[in-house]
């Protein structure tokens, strides 16, 4: 464990010790203190204002489950605002055992486990797990996601360059081009994608990637670039055919997964494309199999000819096993991808079966390495802490203040220029790491 007892409060987060609330200089205080309550509240507002329609698709006896639902998600807001003990979670599912198994196992390193205390991913995860209790506990509203409002929203403000990166994307995979050159671009425009986030916005949608049509002059905020590693990788035959995609968000960060894997599957890098989910609502904006199957139906439904052409060979891809949509529970349990193996050992296996696992986003980058406060030039290899199931790749846009990999001075470099620079989604990394066999 860290020295989060031994030193006082109003800190900065010292070097190689976990993130948490607990330091006063830390985006993670800042995310429990304002940004949770706000997710909440926001929640909480979109539930009574769309409270019709809700009881109109759950049926009349949600209505007071509904209120049920608003009354615990008011509590857990109180919860945090008053810095109350984290409790078990009710339920049977095999998370909940999980959570429950953590939360003891903190009781023994901290006293009583609270937002303030924990590590900043347990203190967030769970927060997002108990707004899924609420809702699993009912009879009705089990398969309710209170995010829909807003993940609806995203995919409506992203049409116009969803259409632009369609027409780039049947292009060149009509023509002959230079297939490098056209890989790494894409690749980038899907790292681009991560800035539309919604839990970064306290869930309000933003226009940025609408207005920003030269997407090209982001690409000097890469921070670390491994991307012709990435291309190598997926370029040079190995014993798998298959490319994992760890997903995160849905909305315009989903289409780009889906335009880049349609490249790679069109040009035979690989024959399989495995996505991963999420198996409940998750950080506002994570896909969840259902935002994939509407994503496709909205797609298949526009005017325009280029999203309803994609909306079918996508369609194809899913329905010849091609694509497969994965679902494991681990992904929103509140640990660190070292802990993979002890929890899911049979993930780890079938991550170890693809050529290249590719993590998409700030939460799964946090995840990657074990989120801790790094010193930025930590090589990648070292900061992920032995999980090396395959060859990885991950691309973020900083959202966060966990980083590592980065050339000497960059980062202090890059703070000059922009104080906020790991927080507002304007800088982005491209890492790899090859597979690294522990002898
Ligand atoms: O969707 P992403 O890229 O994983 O980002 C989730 C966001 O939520 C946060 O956890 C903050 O609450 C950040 O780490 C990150 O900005
Ligand atoms: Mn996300």
Known sequence: MDQRCAVGLDLRTPLNVSLSAFYRRSFAYHTVQKRMPVILTQTIDILVRTKENIIKTYGEDAREELKGVIGELSKLKYEIQTNKPFRKLIGDNWDVEQYNKYLEHQSVIIEHPNFYNSIWLHSECYMYRRMRE??????????????????????????????????????????????????????????????????????????????????????????????????????????????????????????????????????????????????????????????????????????????????????????????TVEEHDFWTLPVSYTEMISYDVELYRKLSDAKLVVFKGDLNYRKLFGEKNWSPETPVEEALQGFHPSRLCSLRTLKADIICGLKEGLAEMTAAKSEDWLITGNYGVIQYCDKVVIV
């Open 134 to 323: 609420a809702f699993e506990l009912t009879n009705n509203l089990k398969d309710m996601d209170p995010f829909e409002t807003q993940k609806v929203q995203s995919y409506n403000t992203a049409k116009i360059l969803m259409e632009q990166l369609g027409n780039y994307l049947l292009n060149i995979l009509e023509k002959d081009g230079d297939k490098k050159t056209e890989f790494i671009q894409l690749l980038k425009l899907n790292l681009w994608g991560n800035k539309c986030d919604l839990s970064i916005t306290n869930g309000v949608v933003s226009n940025d990637m609408e207005q920003s049509h030269e997407l090209e002059a982001l690409n000097t905020n890469i921070l670390c670039d491994h991307s012709e590693n990435v291309w190598n990788a997926i370029s040079t035959d190995t014993q798998s055919e298959i490319i994992d995609i760890v997903l995160d968000n849905a909305g315009y960060e989903l289409y780009t997964d889906l335009c880049l894997a349609d490249f790679v599957i069109t040009n035979k890098y690989a024959t399989k494309i495995r996505f991963y989910v999420k198996t409940i609502p998750w950080f506002i904006s994570d896909v969840l199999t259902k935002d994939i199957n509407w994503t496709l139906t909205q797609l298949n439904a526009s005017d325009n000819p280029t999203l309803r052409k994609l909306s079918q060979r996508w369609s194809n891809y899913l329905d010849s096993k091609i694509w």
